[in-house]
Nanobody, 123 residues
Framework: QVQLVESGGGLVQAGGSLRLSCAASGPTFSRYVMGWFRQAPGKEREFVAAISRNSGITNVADSAKGRFTPSRDNAKNTVYLQMNSLKPEDTAVYSC????????????????WGQGTQVTVSS
């Protein structure tokens, strides 16, 4: 079992950057594929990005491609999401998730979730 805690959210102007972090508990972090999802008020949860166990494979949603980059440090049990060129439509609660499958976009592929961190982008 793994517990996940996100941090790094906040209020930023359009065009700005944020780096989200997700710290995982337990010695098995490197066994998990890690994903990032977001959910805006009144909308369904949306896949943002995922990264494989050894960082060799990343998967980024079209809406984030070229702007968001996932990374991880297995020695620190932490996964990151670097977000650049932020837009007001990126406003949402961002959550990290851990799964045992591949770097997929379906929430059902991930068995463990953090509580989320709020990202607000002002125009």
């Amino acid at each position: 079992q793994v517990q996940l805690v996100e941090s790094g959210g906040g209020l930023v102007q359009a065009g700005g950057s944020l780096r989200l972090s997700c710290a995982a508990s337990g010695p098995t972090f490197s066994r998990y594929v890690m994903g990032w999802f977001r959910q805006a008020p009144g909308k369904e949860r949306e896949f943002v990005a995922a990264i494989s166990r050894n960082s060799g494979i990343t998967n980024v949603a079209d809406s984030a491609k070229g702007r968001f980059t996932p990374s991880r440090d297995n020695a620190k049990n932490t996964v990151y999401l670097q977000m650049n060129s932020l837009k007001p439509e990126d406003t949402a609660v961002y959550s990290c998730a851990a799964g045992m499958g591949v770097t997929g976009a379906a929430p059902a592929m991930y068995g463990y979730w953090g509580q989320g961190t709020q990202v607000t982008v002002s125009s």
